[in-house]
């Protein structure tokens, strides 16, 4: 199984080889989608992690969590108003993680929240505002 | 074979009579394939349209009432919007585009669909006072059923195609054209295809001033031809111009308006815009009419721009049925396109026309006045002193 977090890293945990350790100590393959460190601040790291067995991974979260490096799952981050969605699709063409997609027979658009990797271009797109990331807009 | 034609008469009697086949402009394109215009005159009667889009230029008059002592408004603003008072007394117009001062995401087009919602809004309007109008200051909540009239009146809606739009450069750009990622990675397009309305009747042969049209779930009036209205733009062998051609200005009574199909929108980094639903019911007179509407998505062609190019030059044709595909070969690698007007709605409009033409709700009138044969657009010339007259 995989699944994809955001890592929010502090100052004092920056210089950390967290994803090696991640690799070696606790057997998960690590995929960086995106890395956003602003210089001497904090940093965000958007990742997929991938692992055999769902402990090893919980057990790395919670290693994460104690070298104060905090994690949230990228899939309870998007958010879309489906009341408001006038199924227009401007979203569509801006999605390149496949969580959002016209259906081009009943022109429906169809959202997975799962294959979201919080972009935040469809945020952007979409001229109605139906999609929100919960930690606000992302450059 | 002698070839059929029907008068707007017959058709109205047809459908009094309950025996008229009314079919969406979609369906009417389906049977394309299998039918040829001279027997689809003969089977169908009305072809119904639809498009539910952004379209900038609408707006909303509006008459408050006269409160007591009367005001003659000069500066005037619904919830911090500005909305124009140069008209009468207690006349306004609210521009869908207009925005509040302080929250360019908000503006007129909110205004007007709360309005249509039935929500109460704070009016506010300062005068400089006149003998026949002594007061200067009001401030008070107005509400749908309060206000005399809200007659929707849109300088420029139900463009006949419109370019797609894609962009060369290397950053993004935030667009009426929505979202246009770089280096050509998608493209936008705005038009509902066959669905569309001025595509179905590209010589408005049977739209004119004076036509019913379905404008945000009323029934309104085609009032004149819309602004920028170009009859001279090229076009494909069917006659249907190859980008932004002929427009309409429509009117209606927004009381009797749903936002269903009146709905507020903002474009990052461009602005506030409203999105209309407008449809038209075209009666199949005759055989030119039945191949008119018989139109396929394939059968439309659109001009793709370049929106990072001052000038927005044209880079390429494109049809209808390449870019509501999703992904088209453009430039030697496969792009994704993507509308921004929702044929989901779209189809639902000429769905709901079609029982309107059919239960009477929606009339059937032929045009009181034609649109114009002929009209090119001009550009704005920069003039540094004023030309004398001759």
Redesign the interface.
Known sequence: MTSKYVLGYSAETVSEPILWRLVKDFDIRVNILRAEISPGQEGNLLVEFGVEEEEKLSRALSWLESIGVSWVSVSKRLFWDEDRC?????????CFSGAIV?D?T???LQVNRDLCVACG?CV??C???CFTLDFGEVS | MSRTTKSWDEINQKLKEGKAVVITAEEAAQMASEEKPANFVQKVDVVTTGT???MCSSGMFINFGHPEPPIRMEHITIEGVPVFGGIAAVDAYIGATEVHPEDP?FGGAHIIQKLIEGEELLLKAHAKGTDCYPRKDIETYIHRDRVNEMILTNPRNAYQNYPAATNSSHRTL?TYM??L?PSFL???YSTSGCLSPLLNDPELRTIGIGSPVFLGGAVGSVAWNGTQFNTEKPTNERGIPLSNARTLMLVGNAKEMSSQWI?A????KYGV?L?VGVGFAIPVLDEDLAYRVMVRNEDIQTTICDYAVDGHPPLGNISYAEL???TVEFRGKKV??????????A?ELAETLKSMVLSGAFPLIPPARPLPQRSTVQGLAIIRNRRTSR
């Open positions: 006038i199924d227009c699709g401007s979203c569509s063409g801006v016209l081009r009943d022109w429906k271009n952007k797109a001229p109605m505002g | 539910f889009g952004a995401r935030y929505g979202t990622l998608n493209i936008n709905r929108a903002y474009y990052e815009t999105y509501m595909s999703g994704r396109t993507a509308p921004l007007s929702s044929y989901r709605r189809r």
